[in-house]
């Protein structure tokens, strides 16, 4: 094959054999498996960093006494107060510090022990975490409670990369988006199921608290029992480990059919294009010019997701309501309205995604809650003047939290799956991984700070952090709805400033595999029995 007519060649197959699915409903695509794979590696993942989002505030007060009384026990006095507080920030905090760690390692453990097999493995750091922290008031160490919360953390930095990998390489391109909403929802369901189980009907007491701890080893549990019987990534197994053979099975357990000649084809069509499905490095996905606006979009679209202020609504939730005038003893089940909101709201983001497409839900999510923090900036600095702006502010939070959820909460995660090939994805949610964490942990540090200085008006902060990322998006964001990698990269390769071939063989010259090379480990492959469909 020619060189220069490669790119038009393999674009014509990607587009033949895209035809040829296009008159595929989204509803046939989902099948028992897929849905099975999507809830049990969400339910052990993403459940589990929502929950532990949630979980420290119900019983905060009865910590704090345990930590007061185990400082006693070891050195005769009382903990002042400022220590006490740094315990319990440190606390609270660490949690993000563990993610940064836990997004960092993800990459070369996907590579090596596959997406599947990570999610797997990720279950030894939760079931660890569970121990430490339940165990700790009974150890009479704290210590064990922080050391765990840590290792929670490094369990949610590699959960938040490995899932939406995992999902977005075994879903069909017409459900790509609802499925990779799955992330998100259970998200919003660990952090309602957090509020819930903090209740003190339940382990919202002094003497049950360490349960709410102890509750993690039940979704590690559900995955491991589950998650060994469904197949990898059809897609690492093929380009990756080059197992034909175990690929097709994979696609047919996830598709419900036996025929995927079609999905291998275009598989194998993207790696002809691409030539090569070596693992790359964050430094050298940073230096390619093909994904240089793909890679600044991840990291703008995880930033304002942790910088957009919905940490600040939690903080403000149980004051706003108290000046609403409802009983204190009341306002843990009014909170749970709140998550009761955002998962109704995720829920509903997933059903609608691949009807309305990524832009309008990421671009009117961001724009709604500019809106509503500003009315709710208002309503907060004249509430002491009307009696009933006290309600308008607790419609402004539930509503900010639905406009969050509805959009800005998920998408980033589905977008990162979509706009690398197979070699880079491990890398590129190695980055959005670190932004997430990063600015996770400096919203945790700083936050006091602006809340202190600005008081109501630290609102008006975040609505402009939401106003520059919906304008961002609104000129560099293109649709992704149905669309292949092709033609997402055709869609940046303009801003990108690289020619539609160059965006195509979108790879690294020194690790290039030639095209001849290509053909003849398929040959190859299929002379030795791997796969009986043709490859066109």
Known sequence: MEPAAAPEADTLVAREAGGRRSGRSAS??????????????????????????????????????????????????SVDESTLTLLWSVTVSIFAIGGLVG?????????????????????????????????????GSFEM??????????????????????LSEISPKEIRGSLGQVTAIFICVGVFMGQVLGLPEIFGTESRWPFLFGVIVVPALVQIVILPFLPESPRYLLLEKHNTSKAEKAFQTFLGKEDVSQEVEEVLAESRVQRNTKLVSVLQLLRTRAVRWQVITVVVTMGCYQLCGLNAIWY????????????????????????????????????????????????????????????????LTLQNNVTWLPYLSIFCILAIIASFCIGPGGIPFVLTGEFFQQSQRPAAFMVAGTVNWLCNFAVGLLFPFIQSGL????????????????????????????????????????????SLEMQEMNHYPEERKSSAEQESNFTSSVDNGETKHAIV
Not at 122 to 134: H, K, R
Not at 149 to 166: E, K, N, Q, T
């Open 28 to 77: 046939s695509s989902w099948s028992g498996s897929l849905i099975l794979a999507s809830l049990t590696g969400a339910f052990g993942s993403s459940f589990l960093y929502g929950y532990n989002l949630s979980v420290v505030n119900a019983p905060a007060v009865y910590i704090k006494k345990f930590y007061n009384e185990t400082w006693e026990r070891r050195y005769g006095f």
């Open 316 to 379: 403000y939730t149980n004051n706003i309501f108290s000046e609403a005038g409802i009983n204190s003893k009341t306002i843990p089940y009014v909170t749970l309205s709140t998550g009761a909101v955002e998962t109704l709201a995720a829920v509903s983001s997933g059903l609608v995604i691949e009807r309305l497409g990524r832009r309008p839900l990421l671009i009117g999510g961001f724009g709604l809650m500019i809106v509503f923090f500003a009315v709710l900036t208002v309503s």
């Open 145 to 166: 409670l922080i050391l765990g919360r840590i290792i929670m953390g490094v369990d949610a930095g590699i959960s938040l990369s490995a899932l939406p990998m995992y």
């Open 455 to 498: 008081q109501n008006y630290c609102f008006l902060v975040f609505a402009a952090i939401c106003f520059a990322g919906a304008t961002y998006l609104f000129f560099v964001l293109p649709e992704t709805k149905n669309k292949t990698l092709s033609e997402i990269s055709h869609a940046f390769a303009k801003r990108n400033k690289v």
């Open 103 to 139: 997004a960092i390692i993800v990459t070369p453990i996907v590579k090596f022990f596959g997406r599947k097999c990570t999610l797997l493995l990720n279950n030894v750091f939760a079931v660890t975490a569970a121990i430490l922290m339940s165990l700790s008031q009974l150890a």
